[in-house]
Antibody, heavy 122, light 109 residues
Framework: QLQLQESGPGLVKPSETLSLTCTVS??????????WGWIRQPPGKGLEWIGS???????YYNPSLKSRVTISVDTSKNQFSLKLSSVTAADTAVYYC??????????????WGQGTPVTVSS | SSELTQDPAVSVALGQTVRITCQGD??????ASWHQQKPGQAPVLVIY???NRPSGIPDRFSGSSSGNTASLTITGAQAEDEADYYC????????????FGGGTKLTVL
């Protein structure tokens, strides 16, 4: 079964760029059945989808974040990454990476990383 | 449409049956999945597709769908089922967007 692990700084200054990486093990990131996604959860709030990437590099972003988000994939390292620019305190959250199984009739996240907390503060 | 709507909170007596619902236009075209999240933990998939449970999920969890509403039913709720539950689906706009419901806090009394 897939295992995912987020990594990156836990503290980012306002106006800077948040950068996280997700390392996938137990399977190939090049699987055509999967997209790879980032989800965040602000303190005390619900889950928010940030965006997804396919193994070929096709990307899909939440319209509310699209202008600030870049997600990329590195198949040689079995990793995918998130960059969120111009961060503010509102971007403080636990950030999760997850595997997104896609089909004609459903999308669902079947495996999740443990999550990494990111605080935006000077 | 780009929204999935859930009731913020639901309660159930220990051992009884509870249904948690999720409404949205996209559910007319795509199945919902359901995730359970306990405090301080990552979400865990409990139901996907028409009514499928990942390995290790008890069979007291089941899913169903009708029109624009998907439901998660827990038959014989246990104390360990107390958690937040999130529905999730694909957006029906054709843009490969992903939707989450706002979550339902389940309390087992």
């Amino acid at each position: 079964q897939l295992q995912l692990q987020e990594s990156g700084p836990g503290l980012v200054k306002p106006s800077e760029t948040l950068s996280l990486t997700c390392t996938v093990s137990g399977g190939s990131i090049s699987s055509s059945n999967y997209y790879w996604g980032w989800i965040r959860q602000p303190p005390g709030k619900g889950l928010e989808w940030i965006g997804s990437v396919s193994y070929s590099g096709s990307t899909y972003y939440n319209p509310s974040l699209k202008s600030r988000v870049t997600i990329s994939v590195d198949t040689s390292k079995n990793q995918f990454s998130l960059k969120l620019s111009s961060v503010t305190a509102a971007d403080t959250a636990v950030y999760y990476c997850a595997s997104l199984l896609v089909s004609i009739i459903s999308y669902y996240f079947d495996f999740w990383g443990q999550g990494t907390p990111v605080t935006v503060s000077s | 449409s780009s929204e999935l709507t859930q009731d913020p909170a639901v309660s159930v007596a220990l051992g009884q049956t509870v249904r948690i619902t999720c409404q949205g236009d996209s559910l007319r075209s795509y199945y919902a999945s359901w995730h359970q999240q306990k405090p301080g933990q990552a979400p865990v998939l409990v139901i996907y597709g028409k009514n499928n449970r990942p390995s290790g999920i008890p069979d007291r969890f089941s899913g169903s769908s009708s029109g624009n509403t998907a439901s998660l039913t827990i038959t014989g709720a246990q104390a360990e089922d107390e958690a937040d539950y999130y529905c999730n689906s694909r957006d029906s706009s054709g843009n490969h967007l992903v939707l989450f419901g706002g979550g339902t806090k389940l309390t087992v009394l």
